[in-house]
């Protein structure tokens, strides 16, 4: 039977962004509407403005300052007070009064707004408090509430200001350019961190003057924009070049690199996804310049700021980690955890703004957004509303009504290739007519050796009976030894233990230096198996003490080991290509596949279904195999193989590439096969109706080498939703975590470096953990909620192609380029044994 991507159910392909005028039928949305627009009498394009959920900050005329509600727009708040132009305004709440602090070169001066309304409400002039004089052009402020401090950049220094008094608290200086932007951090309200034009970030202990952490450049261009994630403990900077960094902030102050992003490729890649999807007959007149012509220009990263745990659709805001990015072009929303570009809102079309010098970006009343930009060409200012209403009918798109799952909800259906069976491959006897029995035996041998032990008629006969032997010595550690046996391996694996991460044992697999490239444990956690570079396999027990059970049987390197469900076998490919079929107490395979049936390199090969299958993919094929095992010899004919194996299923891939890598459950019954692709593609297979239920394309900007599954373990369940999440790999790209049932990206990993070595990752029993190898010589833990990492493990001698934990046991297994196995094992593993 063959199957084919395209029969069956249609296949569904998922884009992972959406544009705001991709729409079906060629139609616009407006989702902008402009409010008001004033006119100044000099330039604002790079003034930083003022914007809440209440009021907005404008510089007006003859350097005054008009402050508007934005739920009535009619009778502004005018403030008098500075005697040079505007350059910098924040609101910002200080003991539950809202206040705005402006500066300019002579002054920056802090308004109380309520009280400035019931000034005007007496006829008296709107007031202010001066807290700095002479500090020179400032070109940024920002306000820490809990404790009434104003941070005021000004050439290569930063002023902390009392907000109460003037008073200078501190001045910060040991940027080599010009600061663009300052921020205090919400969780620790004595750290400030500034950015500057010599493209470097600084983390500052306000109270001291101190440099606690200071970033190599990070950019070309400087950096123009700062954010923080509380709920993560990160900060995210942007540049003027449209890139984004976002770094963790620990409490021992050293930064560490989480994700790097470019604003100009996310959008081609959404623009590409977008045209391959749209219908064919809606692709004429695109050509590959209009693609280019719509990124070529650099994104400036003006402000950053993050989307509210109550606005927006659902399935956006449950991780917390979209941020809206503005540039000059349009807003951006961005989801940190995929580094997947969601949607854009280009100003063009909807604004009397095409091109914005700067912005500021809030929440509005009735759970708006309201964005207050000035223009980058002309002495405007535009305040403006996101409707809500039509992002939500946006983002209903990334629930989907029909969703896949790993857990089958439906029986199969009787065209299922899984209800498949194989008869009874051994040839019946023939019995012959006539002739005796005798002549039907004759010739035949009585023993097949060259030796009979004698039946001892020649010896002499035994006179001494049997005697009791009374002095035998019982053996004390026996029950010691079954005791220690029994903890070796728990009963249940400790969900709540720490993650591995103290190193027990180090080896090396041979005497000659050769590449680990394939490791998995067996279901029960006491064995390992080892696939090695120069063609043969190694089944060590899980301790790693004593000498290794040796298989050999392939030519070429090993790339795929794989345990049955029973235990009772196991199965590596290799790249000449062939397939072996072994049980552990033989060093002859019981089943071999050669190369008749393979014209291409077995990338991928396990059981499937409980055993039932032998699932392998070879090309662009996706092979389904039923298989009959046999370790019974005939002495006579020992070269007559009596295990055998049936092709009953043939995939292809819907594009026609080949396959790099599969993955697919084995511990339950389940009909999803994952296949990646050469082309970049990840391919989703249900076997129950024998088709491609689900592509996703360009999954990465590189192709595919590795597929793993949450597949759990005997010692640990874990909820059904759990096991819908699989792990993707791919070199120069990092490592991304999906969620099967809507197929998208839901969080991505890439502190560990892949530059060209195919490293592999997988999931830990419990689902908490997710380790991969890396070419710096080490392995990375990380949380599965947290793109930054838990643990690096070094100690390695080279590449760390292959990681693996132990179903039974809180341990970690690597293997490295050289040829070298090592264990890790948690802090608190003693205490659980």
């Given at each position: ?409 439906s029986p199969l259906v009787p065209e299922s290739p899984l209800n498949a069976e194989l008869t009874k491959l051994g040839l019946k006897p ?404």
């Amino acid at each position: 039977m063959i199957y084919r991507g395209h029969q069956g159910n249609p296949i569904r392909t998922i884009t992972p962004c959406i544009k705001r005028d991709s729409m079906a039928d060629g139609s616009s949305v407006q989702y902008f509407i402009e409010r008001f627009s004033v006119t100044c009498n000099w330039p604002v394009s790079h003034v930083q403005l003022a914007c809440c959920s209440s009021h907005c900050a404008v510089p007006w005329q003859d350097k005054n300052i008009r402050v508007y509600t934005t739920n009535n727009l009619e009778h502004p708040l005018e403030l008098t007070g500075h005697h040079g132009n505007v350059s910098a305004m924040v609101l910002g709440t200080v003991k539950d009064r809202l206040i705005l602090c402006s500066a300019s070169e002579e002054y920056v001066i802090v308004w109380d707004i309520n009280r400035c309304y019931r000034q005007v409400k007496e006829g008296v002039i709107a007031s202010g408090r001066v807290v700095g004089t002479l500090l020179g052009r400032v070109v940024h402020l920002s306000l820490c509430p809990q404790t009434s401090k104003v941070a005021a950049c000004s050439g290569s220094r930063v002023f902390v200001l009392n907000a109460e008094r003037e008073e200078v608290l501190a001045v910060l200086k040991a940027h080599l350019g010009p600061v663009t932007t300052s921020e205090f951090c919400p969780w620790d309200f004595n750290l400030l961190i500034s950015i500057s034009e010599d493209r470097t970030f600084k983390v500052w202990d306000v109270k001291k003057g101190d440099v606690l952490f200071q970033s190599a450049v990070l950019s070309a261009s400087p950096l123009l924009s700062l954010f923080f994630m509380e709920q993560n403990r990160q900060l995210i900077t942007g540049s003027g070049d449209g890139q984004l960094w976002c770094h963790t902030l620990p409490a021992d102050h050293k930064c560490r690199l989480v994700t790097k992003l470019d604003l100009s490729k996310l959008e081609q890649k959404l623009e590409n996804l977008r045209i391959i999807n749209l219908p064919p007959n809606g692709r004429d007149g695109i050509t590959h310049n209009d693609v280019r012509g719509t990124v070529e220009t650099a994104k400036p990263v003006l402000r950053i700021w993050a989307q509210g745990p109550k606005y927006g659709h659902a399935s956006m805001h449950q991780r917390g980690s979209c941020v809206w990015i503005g540039s000059s072009d349009g807003l951006y929303l961005l989801d940190l955890d995929t580094s997947e570009l969601l949607i854009t809102l280009p100003f063009k079309g909807d604004l009397s703004i095409s091109m914005a010098g700067s912005l500021a970006i809030s929440h509005g009343c009735a759970e708006n957004i309201l964005c207050l930009l000035s223009s980058l060409f002309e002495s405007s200012v535009v305040l403006t509303e996101v409707n809500n209403a039509q992002l939500d009918d946006l983002l209903k798109g990334f629930s989907l009504e029909e969703q896949l799952s790993v857990v089958p909800s439906s029986p199969l259906v009787p065209e299922s290739p899984l209800n498949a069976e194989l008869t009874k491959l051994g040839l019946k006897p023939k019995k012959k007519k006539g002739g005796s029995c005798q002549k039907s035996v004759k010739n035949q041998p009585l023993v097949f050796h060259t030796q009979v032990k004698s039946s001892g008629y020649n010896a002499a006969p035994c006179r001494t009976m049997f005697k009791p032997q009374t002095n035998i010595k019982k053996k004390k550690n026996t029950s010691s030894k079954t005791s220690t046996n029994k903890k070796s391996l728990l009963a249940e694996y400790p969900s709540q233990c720490e993650a591995p991460s103290m190193c027990s044992i180090q080896l090396s697999v041979s005497t000659t230096q050769t590449t680990v490239s394939s490791l998995q444990y067996s279901g029960d956690g006491k064995h390992i198996l080892c696939g090695l570079g120069d063609s043969s396999v190694l089944l060590y027990n899980s301790s790693l003490t004593g000498d290794p059970a040796v298989y050999t049987g392939h030519g070429k390197t090993v790339n795929c080991v794989f345990w049955s469900h029973s235990k009772q076998w196991f199965l590596s490919s290799s790249e000449d290509p062939t397939l072996c079929i072994w049980t552990p107490s033989v060093a002859e395979p019981v089943l071999t596949m050669g190369c008749d049936q393979f014209a291409k390199p077995i990338r991928g090969a396990q059981f499937y279904y409980l055993d039932k299958f032998l699932l392998l993919a070879s090309g662009s094929d996706l092979l389904l195999y039923l298989y009959h095992l046999d370790t019974t010899r005939d002495d006579i004919k020992r070269y007559k193989d009596r295990s055998k194996s049936k092709l009953t299923g043939k995939f292809y891939m819907k594009t026609g590439t080949d396959i790099t890598s599969i993955s697919a459950i084995n511990d339950f019954y389940s009909y999803i096969v994952l296949a990646a692709g050469a082309d970049r593609t990840i391919q989703v297979f249900d076997m129950n109706h024998g088709c491609v239920a689900t592509q996703i394309p360009d999954a990465h900007s590189r192709a595919v080498h590795h597929l793993a599954q949450n597949k759990g373990s005997l010692f640990c369940s874990q909820t059904p939703e759990s096991y819908n999440l699989f792990l993707s790999s791919a070199v120069t790209d990092g490592l991304k975590m999906w969620d099967l049932r809507s197929a998208r990206c839901v969080r991505r990993y890439e502190s560990h470096v892949n530059r060209c070595h195919q490293c592999t990752a997988t999931f830990s029993p419990c689902g908490r953990f997710i380790a991969t190898g890396s070419e710096d010589h080490s392995a990375y833990i990380y949380d599965t909620r947290n793109s930054g990492f838990l643990h690096k493990l070094q100690r390695h001698s080279d590449t760390v192609l292959n990681v693996l934990f132990n179903p039974a046991n809180p341990e970690l297994l690597t293997g490295t380029l050289n040829g070298m196995l090592a264990l890790f094992h948690s802090v608190d593993s003693s205490l659980l044994s």
